[in-house]
Structure formats: C-alpha cells, structure tokens
C-alpha cells in the first residue's frame, strides 16, 4: 500500500501498520548521511562482511512493515539476490535524527530493529 502512495516527494515508511510520512531531508542530514557511508564503505573494503546501502531501500520483514533506513549493511548472499524483497538480515542500520523524524527514529524504528533483531542501530 505504502508503494502506491503518489511520489509527493515525501518519505512514506509503515512500522506496524502506523504511516511515517517526513519530508525530504535537510541538507545537513545528507551531509552526515555522506560521511558515515565514506567511512562505512572504507571499512567494508577491508572486511567484506555485508554490503552498503543508503537510502532509497525499502525493507520489509512483514506486510505491516516498510522502512527506508538512511544507512545499512546488508548480508551478502541476500544482497546476491538483487530482490529488496529478500534482504531481511541486517548488520547495520543507522538513522540520522532530524526535526522532522526524532519521534519515528527514536522509538517506532528503534523498537523494529530491535525487534527483528539488527545487531547494531
């Protein structure tokens, strides 16, 4: 459903059947967006453990849930499969906190990860 939605230029996510729509990001969050993906991918050179995103990337671990994370590192083989759709074990996903989004990372996306059982958030 959330796929469907019309591209307003918007972020729409779902935790738990519950609509996260934000706006587009501001500058300074595709600054440190940038800088964390240089030093993630640096140290993925090194030790090829998972694979770097950031976002666009739709996850999804159930029919209620749809998330973009800012950042993640995938598993490999899942990522072999080049299907969204069958990357479900994180290693890492980082949210950089904004205005707009501190509510929906702080807690509905905190618990997610939690719950489905990312290692490092």
């Not at 939605?5 to 501001?26: F, H, I, M, Q, W």
């Not at 950089?96 to 490092?120: N, T, W």
Request: aromatic share 8%; charged share 25%.
């Amino acid at each position: 459903m959330v796929r469907a939605l019309a591209d307003d230029g918007n972020r729409c996510e779902k935790v738990y059947g519950e609509l996260l729509v934000t706006s587009a990001p501001r500058l300074w969050h595709q600054l440190v967006v940038q800088r964390l993906t240089t030093a993630l991918a640096r140290y993925l050179e090194r030790e090829h453990i998972g694979r770097l995103f950031a976002s666009p990337a739709d996850i999804s671990w159930a029919s209620d849930v749809l998330v973009e994370p800012d950042v993640i590192v995938a598993d490999l083989t899942e990522v072999r499969t080049l299907d969204w759709g069958r990357i479900r074990h994180l290693l890492l996903a980082a949210e950089v906190l904004s205005p707009a989004s501190v509510r929906a990372d702080r807690f509905a996306r905190r618990r997610l990860y939690q719950e489905v059982g990312i290692p490092v958030y």
